[in-house]
């Protein structure tokens, strides 16, 4: 069992910056590689960005590529995600998971299991 806790939302002007975290619980955190998704009203969750175990792999989606980092630190159990040049479009409830069916790839909800309970990101224009 991996419980996260998500931290780092909140209200930002159309070109600010934000960087969330993602905190986990558990011994085996660095056994996985993590995934940010977001979910805005009205819309599917969507995959953001992912890493791999020992970060040297990133995967993003084209919305954020070039704007947005993943990384994480395996000593504090935690993964973050950096946000620059935010627009409106990116305002949604951001989530952390973690990726336990890597075969299915980054990109889809089916490959991660246990989610923490997201952070809002509003984007003001």
């Known amino acids: 069992q991996v419980r996260l806790v998500e931290s780092g939302g909140g209200l930002v002007q159309a070109g600010g910056s934000l960087r969330l975290s993602c905190a986990a619980s558990?011994?085996?955190?660095?056994?996985?590689?993590m995934g940010w998704f977001r979910q805005a009203p009205g819309k599917d969750r969507e995959f953001v960005a992912g890493?791999?175990?020992?970060?040297?792999?990133?995967y993003y989606a084209a919305s954020v590529k070039g704007r947005f980092t993943i990384s994480r630190d395996n000593a504090k159990n935690t993964v973050y995600l950096q946000m620059h040049s935010l627009k409106p479009e990116d305002t949604a409830v951001y989530y952390c998971?973690?990726?336990?069916?890597?075969?299915?790839?980054?990109?889809?909800?089916?490959?991660?299991?246990?989610w923490g309970q997201g952070t809002q990101v509003t984007v003001s224009s």
């Open positions: 890493i791999g175990r020992n970060d040297g792999n990133t």
């Open positions: 558990g011994r085996t955190f660095s056994s996985y590689a």
């Open positions: 998971a973690v990726c336990v069916r890597n075969g299915l790839g980054y990109s889809t909800t089916a490959a991660y299991s246990y």
